[in-house]
């Protein structure tokens, strides 16, 4: 499974961006998804995950109700709105997949997009 995020940029605080990640290889192996983010000098976090049929999703504290997670399975995408960006937004953003093959389980990564929030 190979993903590809885009959609990244700079924006003013209050401001949105809609991130996609884009799925390619055994999709149909793909479970959960999700987006992580990591700030310079800080660890990685999990921004918001999603389950295989869109019907459950975990938010960190930080973006509830500001961000909203969905996927498209039809397009193997998997998007990300951001409303409401704040300056601690920003961050390389990645997106990942969770996936089984040959009774082991995987987890791809993207190469992820940058964003930035400007205060």
């Known amino acids: 499974v190979q993903l590809v995020e885009s959609g990244g940029g700079l924006v003013q605080a209050g401001g949105s961006l809609r991130l996609s990640c884009a799925a390619s290889?055994?999709?149909?192996?793909?479970?959960?998804m999700g987006w992580y983010r990591q700030a310079p000098g800080k660890q990685r976090e999990l921004v918001v995950s999603i389950t295989s049929g869109g019907d459950s999703s975990n938010y960190a504290d930080s973006v509830k109700g500001r961000f909203t997670i969905s996927r498209d399975n039809t397009k193997n995408t998997m998007y990300l709105q951001m409303n409401s960006l704040k300056f601690e937004d920003t961050a390389m953003y990645y997106c990942n997949a969770d996936y089984k093959q040959y009774g082991m389980r995987f987890r791809s990564w993207g190469q992820g997009t940058q964003v930035t929030v400007s205060s």
């Open positions: 290889g055994s999709t149909f192996r793909i479970n959960t």
